[in-house]
C-alpha cells in the first residue's frame, strides 16, 4: 500500500525494541502512529535479536536507572498480559565482583539510593551454589538481583508491535525511511512507499541513527553473540539453574555476562564487553555478519577463565548491532527541531529498558514531564556539552 496523502501524528521510524515499545506507548494514548521498518518486524539485521536479553533491576551504568528498571518491568509484564508468549522469567540475576570494587560497588550505590535490601552471597556462597563458576576469590561476592531475570528479544518486540496495531496503529514492514523535510504545518517524511506527513517523527533507528543523526555521535558497533556447550560433551550445556542470567567483574580481565540455556535444547549464552577486538567500528551499509576467530578470542579466554568446564570455542555465534553514545546513556528527545526526536543509544543495557524508554519518549512527544528523572538520556546533552565542554572520554560499554 502506497502511504502518499497518509497524515498521522507520529511517524515512528525503525520497530526495533524502542521502536515498537514507542508505537505501543503512544497508540495506547489514542495518538494517531505510522510505524515504518525497513526489514521485518523483529529482524536479525539491528540489535534485538538473539533469543534471550538478561534483565536487571539494579543496573551499574548509572543510579538512575532504577526507577526506568520498574517502570519497563511493570510495561513487559502489563505487554505480557496481553500475549501469547512468556516475555519476561523472573529467575534471579547475579552481579558478581570483588567486594567494594567496580561492578559491585556500582550496584551497591543503587541498593543504597533506593533502600533495597539484596541477598549477597559470599564467596564459599558461590562456590557451593553455583560450582560451575571458577576462580572464584576470597574477595568476591554475588548480590543477587531478586527482580533480575531474562526476556525473549524476538517475542518481545513482535507484542509490542501487535499491542500497538491494536490500539490502531499502522505499523508497515519492508519500507525505509529517507528523510524528513521541516514546513510550517508540520512534517513530510519520505519513504520507499511515498510520503506522509507528520506533526511528529520519532527515529528509533538503532545502529542506524549514527549515520541518519551524525550530530549525536553516536558510534555503531558489531558484536558477536555466542553461545556455548559443556568442556566433555558437546552435546550438553549448563541450565539456568546451574547459572542464572549474570555480569561477572573479572578485575583487570574484563566482564563477562551470560546465562545458562533457557530451555530445554537450548545453548548457554556468553559474552564479554571492553573487548579489544569487538570495537569494529560499522557503516550499516557494509557490515561483515561473520564472526572471525579474532572476534571472539577474548572472550573464549575469560570464559576459559570463568567456566572451566565449558568449551571456550562457542557452538554458534551470530552478529548483532550494539549503538553507544559518547556517555554510554541512552539518548532520547528532541533533537534540533523540537518535532524530531531520536530514541538511540540503547548501548549493551538497552532492551530491558525498551517498555520504559517507550513511556518517556511517549510523554516527551506529548511534552508531559516523566515521572523519572530523564535528564541524564535527554539528547540535547549530546548537541551541546555543557559548558561547551568535550566530551567525556567513551568508557567501555557494558552489555547486559
Ligand atoms: C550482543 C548484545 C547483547 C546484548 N545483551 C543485552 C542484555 O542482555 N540486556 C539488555 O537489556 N540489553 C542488551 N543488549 C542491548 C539491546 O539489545 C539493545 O540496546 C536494543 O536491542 C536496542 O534496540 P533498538 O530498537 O535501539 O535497535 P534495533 O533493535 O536495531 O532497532 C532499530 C530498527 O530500525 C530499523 N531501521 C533503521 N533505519 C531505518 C530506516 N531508515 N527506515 C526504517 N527502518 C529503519 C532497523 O531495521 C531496526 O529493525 C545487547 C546488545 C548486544 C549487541
Given at each position: 500500500?502506497?502511504?502518499?496523502?497518509?497524515?498521522?501524528?507520529?511517524?515512528?521510524?525503525?520497530?526495533?525494541?524502542?521502536g515498537s515499545s514507542i508505537a505501543w506507548r503512544l497508540a495506547a494514548r489514542?495518538?494517531?502512529?505510522?510505524?515504518?521498518?525497513?526489514?521485518?518486524?523483529?529482524?536479525?539485521?539491528?540489535?534485538?535479536?538473539?533469543?534471550?536479553?538478561?534483565f536487571r533491576s539494579i543496573s551499574q551504568n548509572h543510579t538512575l536507572l532504577?526507577?526506568?528498571?520498574?517502570?519497563?518491568?511493570?510495561?513487559?509484564?502489563?505487554?505480557?498480559?496481553?500475549?501469547?508468549?512468556?516475555?519476561?522469567?523472573?529467575?534471579?540475576?547475579?552481579?558478581?565482583?570483588?567486594?567494594?570494587?567496580?561492578?559491585?560497588?556500582?550496584?551497591?550505590?543503587?541498593?543504597?539510593k533506593y533502600g533495597i535490601n539484596p541477598r549477597v552471597l559470599e564467596a564459599?556462597?558461590?562456590?557451593?551454589?553455583?560450582?560451575?563458576?571458577?576462580?572464584?576469590?576470597?574477595?568476591?561476592?554475588?548480590?543477587?538481583?531478586?527482580?533480575?531475570?531474562?526476556?525473549?528479544?524476538?517475542?518481545?518486540?513482535?507484542?509490542?508491535?501487535?499491542?500497538?496495531?491494536?490500539?490502531?496503529?499502522?505499523?508497515?514492514?519492508?519500507?525505509?525511511?529517507?528523510?524528513?523535510?521541516?514546513?510550517?504545518?508540520?512534517?513530510?517524511?519520505?519513504?520507499?512507499?511515498?510520503?506522509?506527513?507528520?506533526?511528529?517523527?520519532?527515529?528509533?533507528?538503532?545502529?542506524?541513527?549514527?549515520?541518519?543523526?551524525?550530530?549525536?555521535?553516536?558510534?555503531?558497533?558489531?558484536?558477536?553473540?555466542?553461545?556455548?556447550?559443556?568442556?566433555?560433551?558437546?552435546?550438553?550445556?549448563?541450565?539456568?539453574?546451574?547459572?542464572?542470567?549474570?555480569?561477572?567483574?573479572?578485575?583487570?580481565?574484563?566482564?563477562?555476562?551470560?546465562?545458562?540455556?533457557?530451555?530445554?535444547?537450548?545453548?548457554?549464552?556468553?559474552?564479554?564487553?571492553?573487548?579489544?577486538?569487538?570495537?569494529?567500528?560499522?557503516?550499516?551499509?557494509?557490515?561483515?555478519?561473520?564472526?572471525?576467530?579474532?572476534?571472539?578470542?577474548?572472550?573464549?579466554?575469560?570464559?576459559?577463565?570463568?567456566?572451566?568446564?565449558?568449551?571456550?570455542?562457542?557452538?554458534?555465534?551470530?552478529?548483532?548491532?550494539?549503538?553507544?553514545?559518547?556517555?554510554?546513556?541512552?539518548?532520547?528527545?528532541?533533537?534540533?527541531?523540537?518535532?524530531?526526536?531520536?530514541?538511540?543509544?540503547?548501548?549493551?543495557?538497552?532492551?530491558?529498558?525498551?517498555?520504559?524508554?517507550?513511556?518517556?519518549?511517549?510523554?516527551?512527544?506529548?511534552?508531559?514531564?516523566?515521572?523519572?528523572?530523564?535528564?541524564?538520556?535527554?539528547?540535547?546533552?549530546?548537541?551541546?556539552?555543557?559548558?561547551?565542554?568535550?566530551?567525556?572520554?567513551?568508557?567501555?560499554?557494558?552489555?547486559?
Open positions: 500500500m502506497n502511504v502518499s496523502d497518509k497524515s498521522v501524528d507520529v511517524v515512528v521510524v525503525g520497530l526495533g525494541a524502542f489514542g495518538i494517531s502512529v505510522f510505524g515504518a521498518e525497513q526489514h521485518t518486524i523483529s529482524n536479525s539485521f539491528g540489535s534485538s535479536h538473539g533469543l534471550t536479553r538478561n532504577y526507577p526506568l528498571a520498574l517502570l519497563s518491568r511493570e510495561l513487559w509484564f502489563e505487554l505480557e498480559g496481553n500475549s501469547s508468549n512468556t516475555l519476561l522469567t523472573q529467575t534471579n540475576a547475579l552481579i558478581m565482583g570483588q567486594k567494594d570494587k567496580g561492578l559491585i560497588a556500582s550496584a551497591l550505590a543503587v541498593v543504597a564459599a556462597d558461590i562456590r557451593r551454589q553455583y560450582p560451575i563458576f571458577g576462580n572464584i576469590t576470597d574477595e568476591d561476592i554475588a548480590i543477587v538481583d531478586e527482580l533480575g531475570g531474562m526476556l525473549f528479544p524476538e517475542k518481545c518486540v513482535t507484542a509490542a508491535a501487535n499491542a500497538a496495531t491494536r490500539h490502531g496503529a499502522d505499523l508497515q514492514e519492508n519500507v525505509e525511511v529517507f528523510g524528513h523535510s521541516l514546513d510550517g504545518s508540520g512534517l513530510v517524511v519520505q519513504t520507499s512507499n511515498g510520503d506522509i506527513r507528520a506533526n511528529q517523527i520519532v527515529y528509533a533507528t538503532g545502529a542506524w541513527t549514527a549515520e541518519l543523526l551524525p550530530r549525536l555521535k553516536l558510534k555503531s558497533l558489531r558484536i558477536p553473540q555466542c553461545w556455548f556447550t559443556y568442556q566433555h560433551d558437546s552435546d550438553a550445556t549448563p541450565s539456568l539453574a546451574d547459572l542464572p542470567p549474570f555480569q561477572r567483574d573479572l578485575g583487570n580481565v574484563g566482564r563477562l555476562w551470560g546465562h545458562g540455556a533457557a530451555q530445554l535444547g537450548g545453548l548457554t549464552k556468553l559474552g564479554t564487553h571492553g573487548d579489544p577486538t569487538r570495537d569494529r567500528n560499522v557503516y550499516t551499509n557494509n557490515i561483515d555478519r561473520a564472526v572471525h576467530s579474532e572476534d571472539v578470542a577474548h572472550l573464549s579466554k575469560n570464559v576459559a577463565h570463568s567456566f572451566p568446564n565449558v568449551n571456550p570455542v562457542p557452538a554458534k555465534s551470530k552478529i548483532c548491532l550494539l549503538t553507544e553514545s559518547v556517555d554510554n546513556q541512552f539518548v532520547l528527545g528532541p533533537v534540533g527541531d523540537p518535532r524530531v526526536f531520536v530514541a538511540s543509544g540503547g548501548s549493551g543495557q538497552g532492551f530491558k529498558h525498551a517498555t520504559g524508554v517507550g513511556e518517556i519518549v511517549a510523554d516527551m512527544c506529548q511534552g508531559i514531564k516523566s515521572s523519572i528523572d530523564t535528564g541524564f538520556m535527554h539528547a540535547q546533552r549530546m548537541i551541546e556539552p555543557p559548558n561547551g565542554a568535550a566530551v567525556a572520554q567513551r568508557p567501555t560499554s557494558p552489555i547486559s
